[in-house]
DNA sequence: TCGACGATCATCT
DNA sequence: GATGATCGTCGAG
């Protein structure tokens, strides 16, 4: 499948009050929208299919888990629109979009996304060459910033500002949204099961099967 | 200052 | 499907 261009979405930087919601209605509603960011003046696009919410706080998946307040989960802290990029095992970024009001730490992190503008830019950035396999661009929240170019420099920047910004794009009706357990998060007890991974059904380009897909193989 | 571990990815079988 | 890579962050002392 050849991917949509950009420039048959919506174009409409998002109002920061978007993300003044709770992680979980934020992530949903994330879906199908576009990141945009300018690194060294080249643009790129990609469209959400694929996000988690962690709640804060009081979600044990999450970094702010008891409130736990360090100098890397500042950014988490500070009130809902800004991005919040940590390096997780040492080796990859990962981009989350802050969410709630100031002190809540809610969080929507971005797993997997469909290239919409600078393909070619991102595939040289991950090191691959044409053709690639869909979700090999963006598939994975390490990928994803990895194809973005977006590392921690960008930690605390505001989600509507020239380097980075959320479009409005396509968002998805609700018949298309399939949602799931978080992957990556064993040690977090009960939180494991709760169902806070939303993606697109039927998507080439998500992380990983979503679990409705798995009855279909 | 030190030890343990992690919201992942690529490679190998 | 299983496993090794690799280092910043956190908490204890």
């Known amino acids: 499948m050849t991917a949509k261009r950009a420039e048959s979405f919506d174009q409409t930087v998002l109002p920061l009050s978007f993300f003044l919601r709770p992680a979980e209605d934020v992530a949903r509603d994330l879906l199908g929208r576009l990141v945009v960011c300018r690194i060294e003046g080249v643009e790129t696009a990609i469209r959400i299919v694929e996000t988690e919410a962690y709640l804060g706080i ?14 890397r989960t500042r950014t988490l802290f500070r009130e809902g629109g800004c991005a919040y990029v940590y390096l997780i095992y040492g080796l990859h970024n990962c981009l989350n979009a802050v969410t709630g009001g100031e002190g809540e730490a809610g969080a929507v992190l971005m797993r997997a996304g469909e290239p919409t503008r600078g393909a070619s830019e991102m595939i040289r950035r991950r090191g691959l060459s044409e053709p ?14 990895q194809a973005m170019g977006i590392d921690r420099s960008l930690d605390g920047v505001a989600l509507n500002s020239g380097v980075l910004s959320i479009r ?23 939180a494991v099961a709760w169902p806070l991974r939303f993606g697109i059904a039927d998507n080439d380009h998500l992380s990983r099967r979503m679990p409705q897909q798995d009855r279909d193989g």
């Open 58 to 71: 009081e979600d044990p998946a999450s970094h702010a888990w008891g409130n736990r307040r360090t100098k």
């Open 132 to 145: 690639v396999r869909a979700g090999a661009i963006a598939g994975g929240p390490g990928r994803f910033c």
């Open 168 to 190: 409005a794009g396509g968002p998805v009706g609700p018949d298309r949204v399939v949602r799931g357990s978080r992957i990556g998060i064993d040690y977090a007890g009960d």
